[in-house]
């Protein structure tokens, strides 16, 4: 089993709508949740992080975390065009924190 | 400030050539990490130093692999020879130190025919 799940996609909204993207990890262990965006042919830029369980809001953006479920949530609320992008979900394993698991991303297509 | 240099962005070499891969971090950022993704899969850790030193190398696929940094500023990744499944995106990161400082270059596209 993978340390981290996150559906690929591709997905496709259009702008104005909120989305929501997801991960399921599987160590009960973890603490620490980061979100990274990716445009195409750049690299990963962290957008937000969470501690433990609970809601983490910046602007557009919450990044939401069920530790009961080992889910974790990024919705995007008001999507605009500029959010299309690939979003990674990411964790530091227990016993680490320098290194990061990725999810494999999520494609997200916001249409005009 | 600069943000992490990766060079060249796009490599095609042929199977059992060597390709080097350099990495210029942000300036003072002790930490330097390098990751990869091959098609269809999840960005990998491959390792990380902390200035001249390896930290965890846990990452490295087999001992093709040499990283290396220079007196703790950029960082080089040889393949050598290199392999079909070697192709992907090697990205590098540095940080100051936490986690959450990590800024990733643009990565190089390596494609081995």
């Known amino acids: 089993q993978k340390e981290v799940e996150q559906d690929p996609g591709p997905l496709s909204v259009p702008e104005g709508a909120i989305v929501s993207l997801n991960c399921t990890y599987s160590?009960?262990?973890?603490?620490?949740f980061m979100w990274y965006r990716q445009y195409s042919r750049k690299g990963p830029e962290l957008l937000m992080y969470?501690?433990?369980?609970g809601n983490k809001e910046d602007g557009r953006f919450t990044a939401q975390v069920d530790k009961s479920s080992k889910y974790i949530s990024l919705f995007i609320r008001d999507s605009q065009p500029s959010d299309s992008a690939t979003y990674l979900c990411?964790?530091?394993?227990?016993?680490?924190?320098?290194?990061?698991?990725f999810g494999t991303g999520t494609k997200l297509q916001v249409i005009p | 400030e600069a943000g992490v240099t990766q060079f060249p962005s796009h490599s095609v070499i042929e199977k059992g050539q060597t390709v080097t891969l350099r990495c210029d971090p942000i300036?003072?950022?002790?930490?330097l990490y390098w990751y990869r993704r091959v098609m269809g899969k999840e960005i990998k850790f491959l390792l990380h130093?902390?200035?001249?030193?390896?930290?965890?190398e846990s990452g490295m696929p087999n001992n093709r692999f040499l990283a290396e940094r220079t007196g703790g500023t950029y960082s080089t990744l040889k393949v050598q020879p290199a392999e079909l499944e070697d192709s992907g995106v090697y990205f590098c990161?540095?940080?100051?130190?936490?986690?959450?400082?990590?800024?990733f270059g643009s990565g190089t596209r390596l494609t081995v025919v």
């Open positions: 969470t501690y433990s369980s």
């Open positions: 160590n009960s262990a973890f603490q620490y």
């Open positions: 990411a964790i530091p394993p227990s016993g680490g924190y320098q290194k990061v698991t």
């Open positions: 130093f902390v200035k001249e030193s390896k930290q965890d």
């Open positions: 990161a540095s940080s100051s130190g936490t986690i959450y400082g990590y800024t």
């Open positions: 300036s003072g950022h002790d930490n």
